[in-house]
């Protein structure tokens, strides 16, 4: 294998035959120096599809090879923010979950060891929770493709409402819906999406006094917090089953100034 130096750091390969991830992955140690990627026109992102059956996007592609690269800053000429970058690694480490869930245990081993950050994602995020069922919805299915939200604003939490939106539809068309509803211009409203999940925060130093510090705490968990991981769903084409994980979920509406 071919090793660049460190000084290449924009690679452009877009329109080849790239069809597999394990290619992307590579990328990381062929290219060391690594920050800027074009890897868009390749059949790897014409024919995606995740554990469940269900066909993906090539925004899903996009979130997919940007969170399988940690060290990228720009992808097809967009700059990587840090909020996308959070919201692509969490959907990638829910996608591995998935594909943990809907293979048979004893493949559970090998399907980790073919997604090298698995272990860097859990460590950051959390290792996610693998729950198996059997009554799964059939990946082809009408309920499959439906995703349950229960929408509320953030000044009234007794104002809310739920209804059932296809995850194909678009944010834009979510910001519509509950538009709609609730009687906002559409473009008013921010969507946060509530995971449920909780993670360690280190505290601002301002929110750190005297009394957080106990004899027993290990210097780890000193000046650290316990918060509520969210998304916020930004306006635009991007379908809302690739920013929202399962199929039911709580999404915050609030009212921008």
């Known amino acids: 294998m071919s090793i660049f130096p460190s000084t290449v750091r ?3 390969l877009s329109f080849n035959e790239i069809s597999t991830w394990a290619f992307i992955e590579q990328l990381v140690y062929v290219f060391p120096g690594l920050q800027s990627l074009r890897v868009s ?3 790897l992102y014409q024919s995606l599809q995740a554990p469940d059956g269900r066909s993906l996007t090539a925004d899903d592609g996009y979130m997919l090879t940007l969170a399988r690269l940690g060290q990228l800053k720009t992808l097809n000429h967009s700059p990587i923010h840090e909020k996308e970058r959070l919201n692509a ?3 990638y480490l829910s996608m591995i979950a998935k594909e943990v869930q809907f ?13 090298p950050r698995y272990k860097w994602l859990c460590e950051e995020y959390g290792e996610p929770d693998v729950q198996r069922s059997a009554n799964a919805v059939n990946p082809n299915s009408l309920a499959a493709r439906l995703l349950r ?9 007794d104002t809310t409402f739920e209804t059932e939106i296809p995850m194909s539809s678009t944010a834009y068309t979510v910001l519509g819906i509950v538009g709609k509803h609730f009687k906002i211009k559409p473009m008013a409203c921010k969507l946060t999406w509530e995971t449920g999940d909780w993670m360690s925060v280190r505290k601002s130093p301002t929110d750190i006094v005297d009394d957080d510090w106990d004899s027993e705490d290990s210097e780890a968990e000193m ?3 316990r918060v509520m991981r969210e998304v916020e769903i930004v306006p635009g084409t991007r379908s ?7 199929s039911e979920a709580t999404v915050r509406v609030e009212i921008k100034s």
């Open 223 to 225: 000046g650290m917090e």
């Open 41 to 43: 026109q390749n059949p």
């Open 103 to 115: 293979a048979p245990e004893s493949q559970r081993e090998q399907i980790l060891k073919s997604h």
């Open 89 to 91: 690694e969490s959907y």
């Open 240 to 246: 809302i089953g690739t920013w929202v994980d399962g």
């Open 149 to 157: 939200i229960k929408f509320y604003l953030a000044a009234a939490t």
């Open 10 to 12: 924009e690679v452009d």
